[in-house]
């Protein structure tokens, strides 16, 4: 009896880690397609952005004007629930515009990737 119960508790335990560790690797390729998701979403709306003709001439011209179709479409890609705001800086890390205006004064990012 007692050989049956050990047997049956390291099968038991065995089985409890298993059960556990696909519940995880289900839970972890969850997130992961998620995060996927959600990264390729963004990556959509910067290269729509960048699409865009007026992107280079805004970037292009100094003071930057703002065009109302440029305007539009960065307010329409702000009104996302995924956007808290569209920061715009030039090729000097200094900041440009915010969309929506905020009234918020932006800062350049703590650390500089240029890409």
């Known amino acids: 009896l007692l050989v049956v119960a050990a047997?049956?508790?390291r099968y038991s335990k065995q089985l409890i880690d298993t059960l556990f560790e696909s519940r995880i690797?289900?839970?972890l390729d969850?997130?992961?397609a998620h995060m996927n998701s959600v990264l390729a979403g963004q990556i959509n709306r910067?290269?729509?952005i960048v699409d865009l003709a007026d992107t280079a001439s805004f970037f292009r011209a100094r003071p930057a004007p703002i065009t109302d179709h440029l305007l539009d479409f960065l307010?329409?890609?702000a009104e996302?629930?995924?956007v808290y705001a569209i920061a715009l800086y030039d090729a000097q890390d200094a900041f440009v515009t915010a969309v929506p205006v905020t009234g918020v004064?932006?800062?350049p990012?703590?650390?500089t990737t240029h890409w």
């Open 7 to 9: 047997i049956y508790d």
């Open 25 to 27: 690797e289900g839970d």
């Open 30 to 32: 969850s997130v992961a």
């Open 46 to 48: 910067l290269e729509n």
């Open 75 to 77: 307010l329409l890609e």
């Open 80 to 82: 996302s629930a995924d």
């Open 105 to 107: 004064s932006w800062q």
């Open 109 to 111: 990012p703590a650390t």
